[in-house]
């Protein structure tokens, strides 16, 4: 497994299908660990709402700032959601180590993104050198009937979750990240987890799922 950065506040970026079970590891671990992690403070183009605090809740800025910070590559992942801008930036992301002032505590940053966050961050903010950890499923059909069961997708959704979940899948398979986890069972799967982040685990984890048996769940 990868050996660089300082385990105690080398950031984790957490990937894999929708579906998979990443939000559900990410509550046992802060459940944990409630005081260890932290997500980054995102950027939005919204009014602040009511008990909303800034550089807490999100960093507010105007669309004009926004396209300022697209333009200058400052997003590892943007979105626009009812007409204003969401964002991740690397630099939120590196603020979530930084001692706090008060208590000179240090947090590691958790981040869950997809693969195309993944290619952004080694393409252009490689200095944040975090831990990439590949959350796989069993199968396909086993990550149809997780998202099915939970209830939250329509069937369109699931599909093009799922034609979404091979190409990951396939980025996976190239190699491009220090750990696999493979969530068969979710007990098993966070033990693997947890030593992969505490910088306990020898080798890579887990071997990926057969590409072949992925291919013919994807055709039924
Ligand atoms: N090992 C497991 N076995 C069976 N079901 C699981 C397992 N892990 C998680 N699940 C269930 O699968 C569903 C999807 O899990 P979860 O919401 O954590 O996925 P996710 O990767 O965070 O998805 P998204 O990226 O869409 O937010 C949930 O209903 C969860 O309870």
Do not use: W
């Not at 979105?79 to 008060?102: H, I, L, M």
């Not at 975090?130 to 069993?138: G, R, V």
């Amino acid at each position: 497994m990868s050996t660089n950065g300082s385990p105690s506040t080398q950031p984790v970026v957490l990937c894999g299908p929708s579906g998979v079970g990443k939000s559900t590891l990410i509550k046992r671990l802060f459940a944990d660990e409630p005081d260890s992690f932290g997500f980054s403070v995102s950027h939005t183009t919204r009014s602040p709402r009511q008990g909303e605090t800034e550089g807490v809740s999100y960093h507010y800025v105007t669309r004009e700032a926004f396209e300022k910070l697209i333009a200058e590559g400052a997003f590892l992942e943007y979105a626009q959601f009812g007409g204003n801008y969401y964002g991740t930036s690397a630099k939120a992301v590196k603020d979530v180590s930084e001692p706090d002032p008060q208590t000179g505590k240090q947090k590691r940053a958790l981040l869950d993104i997809d693969t195309q966050g993944v290619k952004l961050i080694k393409a252009n903010h490689a200095y944040l050198n975090p831990l990439f950890i590949f959350i796989a499923p069993p199968s396909i059909g086993d990550l149809r009937k997780r998202l099915e069961g939970r209830g939250t997708e329509t069937e369109d959704s699931i599909t093009k979750r799922l034609a979404m979940a091979a190409s990951e899948l396939g980025y996976a398979r190239e190699g491009n990240h220090d750990v696999i986890v493979l969530n068969d069972d979710v007990d098993r799967a966070y033990k693997i987890f947890k030593s992969a982040i505490d910088g306990k685990l020898e080798g890579k984890g887990d071997e990926l799922p057969v590409e072949e048996e992925e291919e013919r769940q994807l055709r039924q």
